[in-house]
């Protein structure tokens, strides 16, 4: 096997963690979102960002202890300030298709809202997958590269005997 499979197979495993973490946060996210609105008299976009916050705080605790649980702990104030800062600029990506559509759009009924908030959702989920991967929740730092048994027992091979140690 070579080394792009494992790695390939990992991003895979991974994509589906966070993809059932984010479908919960999904389901969390439309539910309040839904239930603000019947429940308040707000408006469209602001009851669409308090749910968003909701779901924030929801996939935040999903993340770090399912999807990202191996990850590295050592930083978590950075990692909790930078989750709030990818998942704020996600929140903006989110609402401001909503908000396009309500307002640029006249675009308002409940069906078109809610399926503008989850295409606002889409949108902004790609976005939150690749900033969190990359900036949030780090691989540790021997953890990386990890690749098949063949490619460690070549390093071993290409190690000076000298240095290795039993």
Not at 34 to 53: E, G
């Amino acid at each position: 096997m070579g080394h792009g499979s494992s790695g390939l197979r990992r991003l895979v495993r991974e994509a589906a963690k966070f993809g059932a973490v984010g479908g919960a946060g999904l389901l969390v996210n439309l539910g309040v979102f839904n239930l603000v609105r019947h429940l308040t008299d707000l408006q469209v976009v602001r009851a669409s960002v308090i749910a968003t916050v909701v779901a924030i705080v929801f996939n935040y605790v999903g993340f770090r202890y399912f999807t990202y649980r191996d990850r590295d702990k050592s930083r978590r104030t950075k990692e909790m300030s930078l989750f709030l800062l990818f998942s704020a600029a996600g929140l903006v990506i989110e609402n401001g298709v909503l908000y396009t559509a309500t307002y640029g759009f006249g675009w308002d009924s409940p069906l078109q809202s809610n399926v503008f908030k989850f295409l606002g959702i889409g949108i902004a989920t790609l976005f939150r997958f690749w900033s969190y991967r990359t900036w949030v929740f780090r691989a540790l730092p021997g953890r990386t590269p990890v690749t098949g048994p063949e490619s460690l027992l070549e390093t071993a091979a290409r190690k000076p005997k000298a240095r290795q140690r039993a």
